[in-house]
C-alpha cells in the first residue's frame, strides 16, 4: 500500500482501477529505411490517413450530436487539412527520397506547413494551424500506435491519472464515466479544481511523480476531502473507504432540507447565499439549490475547447436561460476571464507562450485589447436582461481608466440595441472583482464608477502573496489565512461599506467550511459559494454566532502569522 499525499482539488471519495493518460508530446525519432521496406512505409502512411479520416467522422457524429452543425464543421477544416498535398504527397516522397520512417517524414512536412502558416498575415488563418497540430497529432498517434486516449475514454469507470490536466480538458470529462482524477501538476484553486468540484468530480492534485507510479489497472483510493491517494489499497483500507463513501453520500442528503432555507446565522444575522455558475450544463442543478442568485458566471467556459468564438446569438440564449430560470433573482454575468489557465484557441490573438500567464494578457486586458468581443459580449448579456435580472461583472480590473474603458464599450453596446429598437431596463449594473491588490488598494476610486463589487479570493490570494495558484511547488504557501490576506480583505469590506454599498466574495474562500466562518465575521454581505459546497456552507452559517465571529475575526486580524489567525478563528466553533 502507498500512500502519496498532494492537494485536495474536489471533495469526494473515488475507489477504482487506474486509467492513465499519455502525456502530450509525441517524440519522433529518424529512422532510416531500407530501399525494399519503402513500399511498406508508405502502405503504413496510407493505412494511418485512413484511420485519422475514420476518427474524424467518428468525432463529426459526436459533435453533431453534442454541439450541432456549426461546430461540426470544423471537422470539415480537418478533412482538408488531412487531404492536402503536402501531407498526402509530400510524405510520401520523402519515404521514397529521403528513406526515411513515415512519422519523421511527417514531423518534417507538418513543420513546413506550420512555417508557412506563420508567415500568414490575417491572424484568423495564422490561427488555423492549432487545427494542423491537431490533426497531425491524430495522424502520428495512428503512426506510432498510440491509441489516443481521449480524456474520456476510460472504458469502465476509472479513475483518472494524468500528469496535468487543463480547464479544457477537464470540461471533456462531462458525460464520461471517470470517478475522479489525479494529477502530478496543479493547485486547490487552479480552474481545473474548480471546475471539478462544479461537475462533481473528486480530485486530488498536485501529487509530484504519481502518474509515474501509477500503471493503467492500478487499484487506487482517491480521497478528495483529505488530499491523497493510495495506491495498491489493502482490503481493511478498501472497506474503510467504502464506508467513508457511504457515509458523506448520507450527510449529502441530510443536507438537502437546507434548500431554500434562509441563510441566517444563529443570532439572526441575515446573509444572501448565492451560487458559482462554471457551465451552463448545470443551471438546473444549480437552481435546484435554490440559492439567492448566481453570483458569478464565469462565460469564459462557452469560449474554450472551440475554435471559433461564440457569436451574439449563441452567448446570449444561454444567458438568457440563466436570467430567465432565476429571475427575479439576480444573475452576475462576468465576461470571459481567459488567460493564466484557461486557455482558448480561438481565431483572434490568444495569449501564448507568456513566461508569466497570471501577470500576462488576461480578463478584461484580454478583452480591452479586442474590444468587438467585449461588445459582442456586452451585448448578448444586455438581450439577456430582457428575460431577468442580470448585472454584468469584469474580471481582473486593476486601473480606474480600464473600468472607465470598458463602460464605455458598454455605453457603446447599449446605443446600438436601443437604436436598433431593443427595449432595454433602465439600468444594467456595471461591477468589477477585486482579485488583484492594486483595485483593493483603490477601492475608494473604483468605486466611484463601478456599481458593485465582488471579491475573487483565488486570484488575490495569488496576487497578494505571490504564489502562483496551479503551481504546486508552491501550494502549501497559498494560505487564505495568511494575515497580509485577512487585512487586505478587512480593508475591502470596510471601504465598500463605507460608500454604503454591499460586497460579495465569489472566490473558494466563501466554498471552504473553515474560511466562510471568517469572512461572515468579516462583515461579507454575500457569499457565492461553489455548488459541491453550497449546502454545506449554509450548514456552517445557521450555526454560526455572528458576535463570535466578529469578535474572532476581530482577534485574528491582530495576528502576526497564520497559524496564529487559524488559532484566534477557532474560537467562531467554541
Ligand atoms: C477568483 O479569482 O477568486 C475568481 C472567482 O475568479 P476565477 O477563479 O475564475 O479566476
Ligand atoms: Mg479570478
Redesign the pocket.
Known amino acids: 500500500m502507498i500512500v502519496i499525499k498532494g492537494v485536495a482539488a474536489s471533495p469526494g471519495i473515488a475507489i477504482g482501477k487506474a486509467h492513465t493518460v499519455e502525456p502530450e508530446e509525441i517524440v519522433v525519432s529518424r529512422i532510416e529505411i531500407l530501399p525494399e521496406n519503402v513500399r511498406q512505409e508508405i502502405k503504413r502512411f496510407k493505412a494511418a490517413l485512413d484511420a485519422t479520416y475514420r476518427d474524424l467522422d467518428q468525432a463529426e457524429s459526436k459533435v453533431l450530436k453534442m454541439l450541432g452543425k456549426e461546430h461540426a464543421k470544423l471537422i470539415d477544416t480537418h478533412r482538408l487539412i488531412l487531404s492536402d498535398p503536402l501531407i498526402t504527397k509530400d510524405v510520401a516522397r520523402r519515404i521514397a527520397e529521403e528513406r526515411v520512417n513515415a512519422e519523421f517524414a511527417l514531423s518534417e512536412a507538418l513543420e513546413r506547413i506550420n512555417q508557412a502558416f506563420e508567415k500568414i498575415q490575417d491572424e484568423f488563418f495564422r490561427e488555423r494551424r492549432h487545427d494542423l497540430f491537431d490533426v497531425g497529432k491524430r495522424l502520428l498517434s495512428h503512426l506510432l500506435k498510440h491509441e489516443k486516449k481521449s480524456l474520456a475514454d476510460a472504458r469502465a469507470p476509472a479513475i483518472l491519472v494524468a500528469r496535468n490536466l487543463l480547464p479544457s480538458d477537464t470540461l471533456n470529462l462531462k458525460d464520461s464515466s471517470v470517478l475522479g482524477f489525479v494529477t502530478d501538476l496543479g493547485g486547490k484553486?487552479s480552474?481545473t479544481a474548480?471546475l471539478a468540484q462544479s461537475m462533481k468530480i473528486p480530485a486530488v492534485v498536485g501529487l509530484a511523480d504519481a502518474s509515474h507510479r501509477i500503471k493503467t489497472g492500478d487499484e487506487l483510493i482517491l480521497d478528495g476531502d483529505q488530499g491523497l491517494i493510495i495506491i495498491h489499497p489493502s482490503p481493511e483500507a478498501v472497506a474503510k473507504y467504502q464506508k467513508a463513501r457511504l457515509d458523506s453520500l448520507k450527510e449529502d442528503q441530510a443536507l438537502d432540507e437546507l434548500r431554500g432555507v434562509p441563510a441566517v446565522t444563529a443570532d439572526g444575522h441575515k446573509l444572501k447565499m448565492m451560487v458559482n455558475l462554471d457551465t451552463i450544463e448545470e443551471l438546473k442543478a444549480v437552481a435546484g439549490l435554490k440559492p439567492d442568485g448566481i453570483g458569478?458566471f464565469?462565460t469564459e467556459y462557452l469560449f474554450l475547447n472551440r475554435t471559433a468564438q461564440p457569436g451574439e446569438e449563441e452567448q446570449a440564449k444561454a444567458y438568457s436561460q440563466a436570467a430567465k430560470l432565476f429571475d427575479p433573482l439576480p444573475v452576475v454575468i462576468r465576461t470571459a476571464?481567459i488567460g493564466g489557465d484557461r486557455v482558448a484557441h480561438l481565431g483572434f490573438e490568444t495569449p501564448k507562450n507568456e513566461a508569466n500567464p497570471f501577470l500576462g494578457l488576461r480578463g478584461i486586458r484580454l478583452f480591452l485589447r479586442h474590444s468587438d468581443l467585449l461588445k459582442t459580449q456586452f451585448r448578448a448579456i444586455m438581450r439577456a436582461s430582457l428575460h431577468g435580472k442580470v448585472r454584468v461583472m469584469l474580471?481582473m480590473v486593476c486601473a480606474l481608466r480600464e473600468l472607465q474603458s470598458a463602460r464605455r464599450v458598454f455605453t457603446q453596446a447599449a446605443q446600438e440595441l436601443l437604436g436598433e429598437g431593443v427595449q432595454l431596463p433602465k439600468k444594467i449594473e456595471l461591477g468589477i472583482?477585486v482579485?488583484v491588490p492594486a483595485a483593493a488598494l483603490m477601492l475608494d476610486a473604483l468605486l466611484a464608477e463601478a456599481d458593485f463589487v465582488s471579491v475573487?479570493?483565488?486570484?488575490?490570494i495569488q496576487y497578494v502573496l505571490a504564489v502562483d495558484r496551479v503551481n504546486e511547488e508552491v501550494a502549501h504557501l497559498y494560505d487564505p489565512f495568511h494575515p497580509a490576506v485577512l487585512r487586505l480583505l478587512r480593508e475591502i469590506v470596510e471601504t465598500v461599506h463605507r460608500r454604503g454599498k454591499t460586497v460579495s466574495v465569489?472566490?473558494?474562500m466563501a466554498s471552504d467550511p473553515k474560511a466562510a466562518p471568517l469572512l461572515v465575521g468579516l462583515g461579507v454581505d454575500t457569499l457565492s459559494v461553489s455548488s459541491r459546497m453550497y449546502l454545506r456552507i449554509k450548514q456552517i452559517v445557521r450555526r454560526l454566532s455572528m458576535e463570535k465571529a466578529r469578535e474572532a475575526v476581530r482577534l485574528a486580524a491582530g495576528q502576526a502569522d497564520s497559524e496564529a489567525v487559524r488559532r484566534a478563528l477557532l474560537s467562531i466553533e467554541a
Open positions: 484553486s480552474h474548480i458569478l464565469r476571464d474580471p472583482m482579485e475573487g479570493t483565488n486570484d488575490l465569489c472566490g473558494e
